[in-house]
């Protein structure tokens, strides 16, 4: 559901969702949750949404679809222009803080360029007013959030990109960044997976490349402010 599915948890996954968070906050860790502002036809809150007027609308005045990276579907995505949409959002975000939720990861991907830099920070703004803990990728300057997160470089891209993009962010006196998800999934490899299971044509080469890759990967995270790992590397 693009991460809009507001309070709705897995039943099999996650049985006890309150004992799980309370279980991690006794550790000392916060816990975050993926959020896009993108929102799926037929959503749990997409009718609601688009009855109040609260996505971005065309030149006509109506509500209008986005093709974005993720989810695949075409998307609504919120008017954070709108302090009523904005509030609207928010209340929604309360539904996972009642849980205990310490704060989310804002992950729309791969939206338009024709969208302003700044387009989700009325969220943020009000969100680290309210002490929520914030994980930008959209971030934009000087940004309202904690710690920005810049994007992937897969096992088969010029592996200096991570470093260099992490001491530019440095350097402009933004040190509170870290490198995307440790073993995520990536389309360019056959089954999108780094198992090898699940990848019959990978060949020894790019099972060697794959593992060594991981290893780096999860050394570089380890000197950053955070760590996100999706397959563990070991």
Same mark, same amino acid.
């Given at each position: 559901l693009a991460t809009t599915s507001f309070g709705m948890w897995d039943d099999q996954k996650y049985p006890d969702p !309150? @004992?799980?968070?309370?279980?991690?906050? !006794?550790?000392? %860790? #916060?816990?975050?949750?993926g959020l896009r502002n993108g929102f $799926? &036809?037929?959503g749990p809150f997409t009718e609601e949404g688009l009855e109040n007027g609260y996505f971005m609308t065309d030149e006509s005045g109506e509500a #209008? %679809?986005?093709e974005v990276g993720? /989810? !695949? &579907?075409?998307?609504?995505?919120?008017?954070? !222009?709108? /302090?009523? @949409?904005?509030?609207?959002?928010v209340s929604l975000w309360q539904k996972w803080s009642d849980y205990g939720i310490d704060g989310y990861k804002e992950d729309l991907?791969?939206? /338009?360029?024709?969208? /302003?830099?700044?387009?989700?920070d009325p969220v943020n703004e009000v969100m680290m007013k309210d002490s929520v803990y914030v994980m930008g990728r959209n971030n934009y300057l000087g940004s309202p959030v904690d710690i920005h997160r810049y994007n992937d470089f897969n096992y088969n891209q010029p592996q200096d990109r991570g470093p260099i993009n992490g001491l530019a962010y440095a350097y402009s006196g933004f040190p509170n960044v870290y490198p995307d998800i440790v073993g995520g999934s990536f389309p360019d490899i056959a089954g999108g997976s780094f198992e @090898?299971?699940?990848?019959?044509? %990978?060949?020894?080469?790019?099972?060697?490349? $794959?593992?060594?890759?991981?290893?780096?990967?999860?050394?570089? @995270?380890? %000197?950053?402010?955070?760590?996100?790992?999706?397959?563990? &590397?070991?």
């Open positions: !309150e @004992a799980m968070i309370n279980s991690f906050h !006794e550790q000392g %860790l #916060k816990v975050t949750i $799926i &036809p037929g #209008k %679809l986005f993720f /989810p !695949e &579907p075409d998307v609504y995505l919120l008017d954070a !222009e709108n /302090p009523e @949409a904005v509030d609207w959002y991907f791969g939206y /338009p360029d024709s969208l /302003p830099d700044d387009f989700f @090898a299971s699940d990848n019959d044509n %990978l060949h020894d080469k790019d099972i060697g490349d $794959i593992r060594m890759y991981l290893m780096r990967y999860a050394e570089y @995270a380890a %000197l950053n402010q955070s760590m996100s790992f999706g397959i563990g &590397p070991w």
